[in-house]
T-cell receptor
Framework: QKEVEQDPGPLSVPEGAIVSLNCTYS??????FMWYRQYSRKGPELLMY????GNKEDGRFTAQVDKSSKYISLFIRDSQPSDSATYLC???????????FGTGTSLTVIP | GAVVSQHPSRVICKSGTSVKIECRSL??????MFWYRQFPKQSLMLMAT?????????EQGVEKDKFLINHASLTLSTLTVTSAHPEDSSFYIC?????????????FGPGTRLTVL
């Protein structure tokens, strides 16, 4: 079983839709949870990070962590064509050097 | 803050030559730097982890003699692909972490596209 599971998609939504991206994990020791956005032929860009459980909101983006279910989500409200990218989840154990990435979900927002 | 740069952004070389890629943390001191490669439409594949002043730790299946990593300072790590072959053509991305930053997270460089003819 992989440490982190992420549906690769592809996911295609109309402009303005709410997008839900998800990852599940198996290691209960994970404390830091991150979402990255990667445009084609570019390096991943950190979007959101959260520590432990709870929600975090930044503009149109909301990250949720449910440690009891070992499940994290990224919600994008009012999606825009410029949100079209691959979204990677990542997580780590506090203070460690090991990070575990999902395989990424490819998102296309259609104008 | 937390900007990581890579140089060059793109390189084309002949088979058998060596190529050096630089990764710099511009506004923070990187405790650890990571090197990844990524094939088209695939996820990141961790190649090695390096800490300043010590030898890199390579992932299983990554040849340490072929992919030389030097982490000479807290702001610079280099990856040298020695005797490059066409199968080494890929997108190479570095990232860096710092315990001084707000969270244990990785900040990625923009990537280097290597094409070996």
């Amino acid at each position: 079983q992989k440490e982190v599971e992420q549906d690769p998609g592809p996911l295609s939504v109309p402009e303005g839709a709410i997008v839900s991206l998800n990852c599940t994990y198996s290691n209960s020791a994970f404390q830091y949870f991150m979402w990255y956005r990667q445009y084609s032929r570019k390096g991943p860009e950190l979007l959101m990070y959260t520590y432990s459980s709870g929600n975090k909101e930044d503009g149109r983006f909301t990250a949720q962590v449910d440690k009891s279910s070992k499940y994290i989500s990224l919600f994008i409200r009012d999606s825009q064509p410029s949100d079209s990218a691959t979204y990677l989840c990542a997580m780590s154990v506090s203070g460690g050097n090991q990070f575990y990435f999902g395989t990424g979900t490819s998102l296309t927002v259609i104008p | 803050g937390a900007v990581v740069s890579q140089h060059p952004s793109r390189v084309i070389c002949k088979s058998g030559t060596s190529v050096k890629i630089e990764c710099r943390s511009l506004d923070f001191q990187a405790t650890t730097m990571f090197w990844y490669r990524q094939f088209p439409k695939q996820s990141l594949m961790l190649m090695a982890t390096s800490n300043e002043g010590s030898k890199a730790t390579y992932e299983q299946g990554v040849e340490k003699d072929k992919f030389l990593i030097n982490h000479a300072s807290l702001t610079l790590s280099t990856l040298t692909v020695t005797s490059a072959h066409p199968e080494d053509s890929s997108f190479y991305i570095c990232s860096a972490t710092s315990r001084r930053l707000e969270a244990d997270t990785q900040y990625f460089g923009p990537g280097t596209r290597l094409t070996v003819l």
